[in-house]
């Protein structure tokens, strides 16, 4: 698969590039992962990977209140480091 990075990079928005049928590129930070995760499913991408902003692993989470997202594709995150090869 092609991996396309969103536009926003941080996907807080409807990215202005072609994601659909490919997998996205997101940062993190500036919203929630239930937000990158809703525009890049709208957007058609296939897949979504983030790229974490600290060299740590860490467990992303949904909301208290956001127990209704219906997440059909899968959704990954990297650690910095290899965010910055890809």
Do not use: H, W
């Amino acid at each position: 698969m092609t991996l396309i990075e969103t536009n926003p990079l941080n996907c807080s928005q409807n990215s202005s590039t072609q994601i659909c049928g490919f997998v996205a590129l997101s940062k993190c930070g500036d919203c929630i992962f239930t937000t990158k995760v809703r525009f890049s499913q709208a957007g058609g991408a296939s897949a979504l990977v983030i790229i974490n902003d600290k060299e740590d692993l860490y467990k992303m989470v949904c909301t208290k209140n956001n127990t209704s997202l219906s997440i059909k594709f899968p959704v990954v995150m990297i650690l910095r480091s290899a965010g910055q090869i890809l």
